[in-house]
């Protein structure tokens, strides 16, 4: 079946930062490659996603690129905030529009 | 003007209770989810549900069952409540396999 993995956290950063969270899929077909954050005692959000091979996907300053060659949509920001603490999860949606999330990475970013 | 809201947003109960938890969107979407997050993060989705059709991941037990009474609802219901069934639950809503859109979770605990 489908899977998503993604890099474990913490991770840990000081503010402004360089930030890259690694996610990679096991898929049939061409799936939709997603990332959510979850803030502290809320839902999930969606931050950005990309619905076929070297688009690109962007939003509040992350960037993920989809790459059919690595399976990969990894999660990249320029310059982190103490606001982007949060948990941060790569998805992949398949035809029938189910989501299979990996397990999610904490990012902690300390002034 | 919540999009997706659950209630309660905290339930504590005993072992082998009989619980629901509500589910309702705004939104005019067609089609509704239930996930389950364990104390590790990890999201799972659970149903998948339209007017026509209720898909299930095979791995959720049957004593846990959806209830829709009407497209903008989609209740979860709990027979025989265990230990293990302790985590945050998430309901989603989308329109037809367009994005899905969360509510703000529901943490059960079972004692």
């Known amino acids: 079946g489908d899977s998503v993995t993604q890099m474990e956290g913490p991770v840990t950063l000081s503010e402004e930062a360089f930030l890259t969270i690694n996610c990679t899929y096991t898929?049939?077909?061409?799936?939709?490659l997603f990332w959510y954050v979850q803030y502290p005692g809320e839902g999930l959000q969606l931050l950005l996603k990309?619905?076929?091979?070297?688009d690109k996907g962007s939003n509040k300053g992350f960037e993920a690129t989809y790459r059919k060659e690595t399976t990969s949509f990894h999660l990249e920001k320029g310059s982190v905030q103490v606001s982007d603490s949060a948990v941060y999860f790569c998805?992949?949606?398949?035809?029938?529009?189910?989501?299979?999330f990996g397990g999610g990475t904490r990012l902690m970013v300390k002034p | 003007d919540t999009a997706v809201s659950q209630t309660p947003k905290y339930l504590v109960t005993q072992m082998g209770n009989d619980k629901s938890i509500k589910c309702e969107q705004n939104?005019?979407?067609?089609?509704m989810y239930w996930y389950k997050q364990d104390s590790k993060k990890f999201l799972k989705i659970m149903f998948s549900?339209?007017?026509?059709?209720?898909?299930i991941n095979e791995t959720v037990p049957n004593r846990f069952s959806p209830k829709s009474p009407d497209k903008a609802h989609l209740n979860l219901h709990i027979n025989s409540l265990e230990l293990g069934d302790s985590a945050v639950y998430f309901c989603?809503?989308?329109?037809?396999?367009?994005?899905?859109?969360f509510g703000p979770g529901t943490r059960l605990t079972v004692l």
């Open positions: 898929a049939t077909g061409y799936p939709s």
């Open positions: 990309a619905t076929k091979a070297d």
């Open positions: 939104l005019g979407h067609d089609t």
């Open positions: 549900y339209n007017n026509k059709e209720l898909i």
């Open positions: 989603a809503s989308s329109l037809g396999k367009g994005e899905q859109f």
């Open positions: 998805a992949l949606r398949d035809a029938g529009n189910m989501l299979t």
